[in-house]
């Protein structure tokens, strides 16, 4: 018997629910917000379910979503006008390069598309043709988007725009 | 040393990273998630239907177009009024609507308020005000709105609400909803966005910026609080007339 549209989502939940959180949380560099995302997207997913077609596999179509609820996110976010360091107990230690803190404020400094290249590239360890399918993009747009925010980060990280640097 | 070789580059900055590892999913989040999905209503538009070309009715989409061009054009002529449709909804609910919904409300947002008082004391445990649909879903402020509109009032927890005083004349006011703290400032019009604060939450704030934004509808302002459990959704405040009402809803 076929699952209803409410048991599919909650069982595409289970299975990627924390794939698309660790991605989610390290684009936005907050846990609360990632959650707000999270939540947003498995709710999308759940609304969109009759539209959804099965061309693709769930999960690339999670990944669609997730996309879409991402550059939303930073389209609405040019409201919010506080900043992590801002937050006196969550400011980054600059001495300290494995700090968590430190990491996320250079991702942070990286474009909203290189960010989320550098995150699947270099922190979740993914290939280029993997990466490509979860952003819907072409393999050398990937290799081109990681060259130019690795280039960005090493300004970044030389003390070009490091804070107190 | 700088790496100068692309893959070289890139596992360099892979062992930088390497603190920085994949967050789990906290139980209590999952729970809160897989509750919303468990509420949330599911669509039950029918799927689209593709008729093939030469089953297409031509005959009743002609006598339907030719129905609905008479029928609107004995609507529009001179002397006929349209049926106001968003009156006959209010007034069927018993409430008179404050805003015309297009006036100064984004198109999916609709206030209405009771006939009855409209705000309430934050130490009056009873809910009265408005009430405001969001697209589809209707959000109840009232205990005056009809019964299925009510919330589960002891699920609410009475949020506490702090002016935060501010250099512009746009107020500032912050929400306490258990260990949270929400600040809104009242800037963008149309606009409502909330952050949550991570400090103590003390009753005499003195931040030097408020932090962020929300749109105001009619005399009220309307927040939507997300990350908390679904029976807090939408705070509702109005900070312009004394006593500072609040009251946070689905």
């Known amino acids: 018997m076929a699952k209803s549209p409410r048991e599919a989502v909650a069982d595409l939940f289970e299975q990627f629910g924390q794939e698309i959180f ?6 936005v560099g907050n846990s609360d917000t990632a959650q707000d995302l999270v939540q947003d997207i498995f709710l999308h997913a759940l609304r969109s379910w009759d539209r959804f077609e099965h061309r693709a596999s769930p999960r690339t179509w999670l990944w669609a979503i997730t996309r879409n609820v991402l550059t939303d996110h930073y389209r609405r976010r040019h409201h919010d006008l506080v900043q992590l360091s801002e937050v006196p107990e969550l400011a980054a230690n600059p001495e300290d390069p494995t700090d968590r803190v430190f990491l996320e404020e250079a991702l942070a ?14 922190i979740e360890d993914r290939s280029s043709r993997e990466t490509a399918q979860r952003l819907g993009w072409t393999e050398v747009r990937v290799r081109v988007t990681l060259h130019r925010a690795m280039k960005r980060m090493e300004q970044w990280w030389n003390g070009g725009e490091r804070p107190g640097g | 040393m700088e790496a100068n070789d692309p893959v070289d ?48 009715p031509w005959g009743s989409v002609a006598a339907a177009v030719i129905v609905s061009v008479v029928t609107l054009s004995r609507l529009t002529a001179p002397g006929t009024a349209l049926p106001n449709f968003a009156s006959k909804a209010s007034s069927a609910a018993g409430l008179a609507p404050v805003l015309a919904p297009t006036q ?42 009809p019964t299925h509109l009510r919330p589960p009032m002891s699920a609410l ?6 002016r935060i005083p ?18 809104a400032r009242f800037a ?7 952050h949550r604060r991570r400090y103590r939450v003390t009753p005499s704030l003195r931040p030097t910026h408020p932090t ?11 927040c939507r609080l997300q990350g908390v459990p679904l029976s807090h959704q939408v705070a509702l405040l109005s900070p312009w007339a004394p006593p500072l009402s609040a009251t946070v809803v689905r």
């Open chain 1, 22 to 27: 660790a991605h989610v949380r390290l684009v």
């Open chain 1, 109 to 122: 400094q990286l474009p909203l598309a290189q960010r989320r290249v550098f995150i699947m590239r270099v």
């Open chain 2, 9 to 56: 580059k890139l596992e360099m900055w892979r062992r930088r990273f390497r603190p920085l590892t994949a967050e789990i999913l906290p139980d209590p989040m999952r729970d809160q998630i897989r509750a919303r999905l468990a509420a949330e209503p599911v669509p039950t538009a029918p799927r689209r239907h593709h008729w093939p070309k030469a089953l297409i």
């Open chain 2, 104 to 145: 100064h409300v984004p198109s999916n947002q609709r206030v209405f308020a009771p006939a009855g008082p409209a705000r309430a004391s934050l130490t009056t445990p009873a809910l009265v005000g408005p009430w405001v649909t969001l697209g589809q879903r209707v959000f109840w402020l009232s205990a005056q709105a």
């Open chain 2, 157 to 162: 927890p009475w949020p506490r609400v702090f």
């Open chain 2, 166 to 183: 501010h250099r512009s004349p746009r107020q500032a006011v912050a929400v306490q909803i258990g260990g949270s703290l929400w600040i």
């Open chain 2, 188 to 194: 963008y019009p149309r606009y409502f966005v909330w």
């Open chain 2, 212 to 222: 962020l934004s929300i749109g105001h509808l009619g005399p009220y302002a309307i």
